[in-house]
């Protein structure tokens, strides 16, 4: 079977890794800030080369490296951007705010999308994954000509050419996971059965196994006593 090769951006221990490697793919190339993380991701992933440093200053050093390789084009892009800085405030509010010179303080975490859009561009995968918070999709960032722009937007100005964009809120707990964990599940595709795929309204999230109603005949939401408390205590 012919390899379909993965670059990790925001990799940290790799947790997101694991369904990569359960899918059947082979993850190259990984980018993390921090050294610790950077060491511990090295141990669980040792196979996978590791960039470590800030992706705005290894940018470059991370499309030579991927392009080193001679594989072509990455079957994905896996990133996952910080997500402390993303807003709860709506983006009307945000844009008002900035037009009246009341401009937020801003959180350099949330341009780090941008050295990523100039990755994904140069290297063209035919997937990209972007997993972050919910208040993802109402986070304005500032561009490098310092104009404001949503950032769902930013990414889909900048890749509509070639990638057809679905951003769904998908909640853990609805997959049997003991946890209300809610996440927004950015996912672009180029490839011309993907964009089928979404020009049909369809989703790559799978169905709902759990609800907190039990609506519809699904399960009830796992429990954490329920998913670990059969295990003997710490003690």
């Known amino acids: 079977m012919k390899h379909r090769y993965v670059l990790s951006l925001f990799s940290s221990a790799g947790i997101g890794e694991l369904g990569i490697k359960a899918a059947g793919l082979k993850i190259l190339l990984s980018n993390e800030l921090l050294e610790s993380r950077c060491e511990l991701y090295k141990e669980n992933f040792p196979e996978t080369e590791s960039i470590c440093g800030d992706i705005w200053s290894e940018k470059e050093k991370i499309i030579k490296t991927w392009q080193s390789y001679g594989v072509g084009e990455p079957y994905m892009i896996y990133a996952t951007p910080p997500c402390q800085g993303m807003s709860f405030n709506g983006i009307g509010k945000l844009l008002s705010e900035i037009r009246a010179g009341r401009r937020p303080k801003e959180d350099p975490r949330n341009r780090l999308i941008i050295p990523t859009v100039d990755i994904i561009k140069t290297l063209r995968p035919q997937w990209v994954i972007l997993e972050n918070v919910p208040t993802m999709e109402n986070t304005i960032i500032r561009l490098e000509d310092n104009t404001y722009r949503n950032i769902i937007e930013f990414i889909r100005e900048e890749l509509s050419d070639e990638y057809i964009l679905k951003a769904e809120k998908v909640n853990c707990a609805d997959f049997g996971i003991p946890q209300t964990r809610i996440r927004l599940i950015t996912i672009l595709c180029r490839s011309p059965k993907g964009k089928m795929h979404y020009q049909n309204e369809q989703t790559y999230i799978p169905a709902r196994t759990h609800s907190e109603t039990c609506e519809d005949g699904l399960l ?12 003997p205590t710490l003690e």
């Open 220 to 231: 009830p939401w796992v429990t954490l006593k329920e998913s670990i408390g059969r295990l």
